[in-house]
């Protein structure tokens, strides 16, 4: 199937109140299981990487090997570029295959954080690529553990006004908010300000993103669902299943050097971790109305 058009995914995900899940990927093993996974669970699904996997693989590499992979499958998905920290990488990712981009330019001043995006959505349009941004700063380092509980008070939370402004300045297609959530695995449980949500999509017209999805208490990320987010970010909860299945793989036959064996295993648990999440999120199942559907 050709590549699903972001705009469309989230669209539909709002319309039919759930959220699109966007996951991580590293290689062909974990790519393929992500397929499968939304082809047994009839979920479309948004199947991303970053600077941390391009340097593990390579732009080009990575995205021929997830194209293919998509083109074969029978549901829609989308490939999406996450956290481009710079307005070049974001170019050579339009130019690599993405049909959805992130800039992050949360770390930069805000008029900076705008002229930057707004030029990249300029960018973008011209070649009918969906841009996503990011506004506030959420905490964590992406597959790792150790999130300290988060301050709500020097973390800078989105500000909904400020969200605003932004998005009718840079004409973005999508918001990432900072309403609590961190990357990776949280030490202690985080607070999730579902109220600051709710403020920003009352001012906000364009589909919000949540990243930090992982190891976000359940409850909260459907709460999250009912009151906006049509996409959450998910990469160390998956990652976690196949790294422990691998690693309990490994030690139970140290002898057997068929490695293919150990990743399949591997990729069957993280499949196992990903339909979970596709029922949490309510994307099981919708698939075949998001083909059917005129937008």
Known sequence: MALAPFKNLLHYALQEHYAIGAYTTF???????????????????????????????????????????????????????????????????????????????????????????????????????????????????????GTEELDTETTGLTDPDQALDFVNKTGVDALAVAIGTAHGLYRKKPTIDIDRLIAIRKKVAVPLVLHGGSDTPEEKLLSSIDHGIAKININSDLKAAFTRSLRSSLSNAPDDIAFEKHLAQATTAMKKALKQKMELFRSSGKASGLVSHSF
Not at 53 to 66: K, Q
Not at 68 to 82: A, N
């Open 27 to 145: 290689n062909m093993e974990y790519t393929r299981g992500l397929v499968e996974a939304a082809q047994e669970n009839q979920s479309p699904i948004i199947i991303m990487f970053g600077t941390v996997e391009t340097d593990y693989a390579g732009m080009e590499r990575l995205c021929s090997i997830i194209l293919r992979e998509i083109y074969l499958s029978k549901v829609p998905i989308g490939l999406h570029f996450d956290h481009g920290n710079s307005f070049e990488i974001v170019i050579k990712a339009i130019a690599s295959g993405f049909n959805s981009v992130m800039f992050d330019g949360s770390h930069l001043p805000y008029e900076e954080n705008v002229e930057i995006t707004r030029e990249i959505v300029r960018v973008a349009h011209a070649v009918d690529i969906a841009v996503e941004a990011e506004l506030g700063l959420v905490g964590g380092t992406e597959g790792e553990t």
